[in-house]
């Protein structure tokens, strides 16, 4: 952490501790915009909201290709008067709302991005786009729900402009692409490449807020302070062993045995030496290729996987004794490993002060109830943490099952049959600008 970082998180942390609820006056003394003000804007801004998620939906992009819909996201700020800056890191959109009064700076923060995911949904709006992933053409949907999330971005944007005069300072909105990871080949994901090319700079927001689609109680909001969502890695395992025919295994080396066995390994690793009430932790092997012959066994292997930590200690340690484990494993069979792991996303970190602050300004935006402060940790995972690496933030969930229908059952993001229950963005809407308003207004 660098010692600016430390020192606007401590200032801020002072600041928000003395506060503990969003201020009765605003800046410079003068009222706060009234929450009926605000949810009439929002309610007459949801024919846009609908629209445009409709639109989203059946129009997903691929990370890095999301030019169809940044297009869209800058006509609509700009259209807004705001200051638009496109093309940061590749396709993001970064809008700067200057309120009518002077004041402090806050973020908001949407992802754009869709996923390889055949849609199985059924909607009228479905998508039937395609694009290429790995060199191959490839079905595309928003099965993540950030078509949802980019357009109660922009409902959040139209009803915060139609109030510049009484905003008591800037809002940058942050339209992000390639949240789901670099797709292959690239270094760098949405989130790190848009803070390089200076998506929270001039202004430097003071605080970052953002949220995510889930399952869950349709229009409640949850999150809990610290440690939210987990740290992503990429896990990459090639075994290299000697091609033989199926029925004499022994003059070969086996490759598929030895990936059987590694993988039963780290499963136990996992489940035997980490207490998962303390440090929630998942090591899955997702993927297996080899061979192309029923009866040859192959001389390669190439199996990839994730691993999900809450503490960095422990991830190391993790990842240092399965490499051991993994080589030993083909050691034992004749075979050799090649081990490697890569970040996708750093653990989101929901700052302590600003989460005790935002928790009765959500609250304004669900209603009574609806809001849990104190979810449990959540295995997924975002890279709204390097945002929240650099200012202080909070990321948040907001429930969007199915009437009716219990989200443990509710289809899970990056599933075909994902959808958003479209009741539930007017929530969204308001959380946005709830959240951004009245950051801006405390005292």
Known sequence: MTIRRLLAVSTLSLALSAELAHAQSSANGAAPVALERIEAAVAAGMPNVVAWRRDLHAHPELGFAETRTAALVAEHLRGLRMEVRTGVGRTGVVGVLRGGRPGGVVALRADMDALPVLEATGLPFASTATGTYMGNTVPVAHACGHDAHVAMLMGAAGVLAGMREDIPGTIVFIFQPAEEGAPPGEPKGGALLMIEEGALANPRPEAIFGLHVVPGRPGTLFYRPRGFMAASDRVDITLHGRQ??????????????????????????????????????????????????YNIIPDQAVMSG???????????????????????????????????????????????????????????????GNVNAGSPPTTVAEDFSYLSQEVPGVFYHLGASKDGVDPNTSPPNHSPAFDVNEAVLPVGVRAHVLSAIRFLERD
Do not use: C
């Open 244 to 293: 033989t025919h199926g029925a004499w295994p022994w003059k070969g080396v086996d490759v598929i045995a030895t990936a059987a066995q590694i993988i039963q390994t780290i499963n136990t690793l996992t489940a035997r030496t980490i207490d998962p009430t303390t440090t929630p932790t998942v090591f899955t092997i997702a993927t297996l290729d080899a061979g192309v012959r």
């Open 306 to 368: 994730t691993l999900r930590t809450f503490d960095i200690a422990q991830r190391d340690d993790l990842v240092r004794r399965a490499g051991i484990a993994i080589d030993n494993v083909a050691e034992t069979f004749g075979a050799t490993a090649e081990f490697s792991v890569r970040q996708n996303a750093a653990l989101v970190f929901n700052n302590e002060a600003l989460s005790t602050w935002i928790a009765p300004v959500l609250e304004e935006a669900a209603g009574v």
